[in-house]
């Protein structure tokens, strides 16, 4: 509904930036992050289905609104134990909010914690 991306089934509960650049959004519950590339991208990475109900509950961040963050960086500790019973899903989508005429590459289906998933190719 709000962009093209992928999703992924959390084995743990650390949340790695998908790419570098600046947080712009963390909403209180913590539940979602925000980050704009140099190149004005902006992704978001929404931890589980309906968390913002959890209003927080089993969340803890490790970044603010405004810090740099590179690629990989742990941005975010979630108690998965603690919410899995309490939202539909823990599944993760990781969406580009602004792809507008940018491509989005194929989904690397068999990529680990920090390798590729999936790259953008900027329009000019």
């Known amino acids: ?6 999703a992924v089934m959390p ?8 790419v570098s650049g600046e947080v712009t959004l963390q909403p209180d519950g ?11 991208l902006e992704v978001l990475v929404h931890f589980g ?13 490790h ?5 740099k963050v590179n690629k990989g960086d742990k941005v975010l500790s979630v108690d998965i134990e603690k ?15 602004n792809l507008e005429e940018n491509i989005l590459s194929e989904i690397n289906f068999d990529a680990k914690c920090g390798e590729e ?3 953008v190719t900027i329009v000019e």
Do not use: R
């Open 1 to 6: 509904m709000v962009g093209d991306g992928f």
């Open 11 to 18: 084995e743990d509960g650390e949340v790695h930036a998908p």
């Open 30 to 40: 913590y539940h979602a992050i925000g980050i704009k590339t140099e190149e004005g």
């Open 117 to 119: 998933v999936q790259t």
């Open 83 to 97: 919410i899995k019973d309490k939202v539909p899903s823990i599944i993760t989508p990781c969406i580009v909010a």
């Open 49 to 61: 289905l309906e968390t913002v109900e959890l209003k927080g509950e089993g969340f803890t961040p």
């Open 63 to 67: 970044v603010k609104v405004g810090d």
